[in-house]
C-alpha cells in the first residue's frame, strides 16, 4: 500500500460560518499539506486542502469524516496522485 495525495475543495455552510475553527479542525485531525482559502461570492470562502493518507483509507471515508466537521457544507474532492 501507498500514499495518496488528494485536494478536497471544502464549502463552508455560510459566511458566517468561522473558517479559522475548521481550519484547525483540519490540521488537528489530518496529514494537512497545504491549505488555501478561495473567495467565492458574498464573503463566502471555499477552503482547498491538500491531505496525503494510506490509500487503504479510501477517499470516500475521508470525505465522510471532512463533512463530519462542524460548520462544513459539502466537501469535493479534486486531484488524486500517488506518492
Known amino acids: 500500500m501507498g500514499l495518496v495525495a488528494v485536494t478536497f ?3 463552508p455552510e455560510g459566511p458566517e460560518t468561522d473558517i479559522n475553527k475548521i481550519k ?3 490540521q488537528a485531525n489530518a496529514n494537512v499539506k497545504e491549505i488555501k ?3 467565492i461570492a458574498f464573503g463566502i470562502k471555499l477552503i482547498e486542502v491538500l491531505l496525503v493518507f494510506e490509500d487503504k483509507e479510501g477517499i470516500g471515508s475521508i470525505e465522510q469524516k471532512l ?3 462542524e460548520g462544513v457544507a459539502s466537501v469535493e474532492s479534486g486531484d488524486v496522485t500517488l506518492l
Open 24 to 26: 484547525s479542525e483540519l
Open 37 to 39: 482559502e478561495i473567495p
Open 67 to 69: 463533512r463530519s466537521i
Open 9 to 11: 475543495k471544502i464549502m
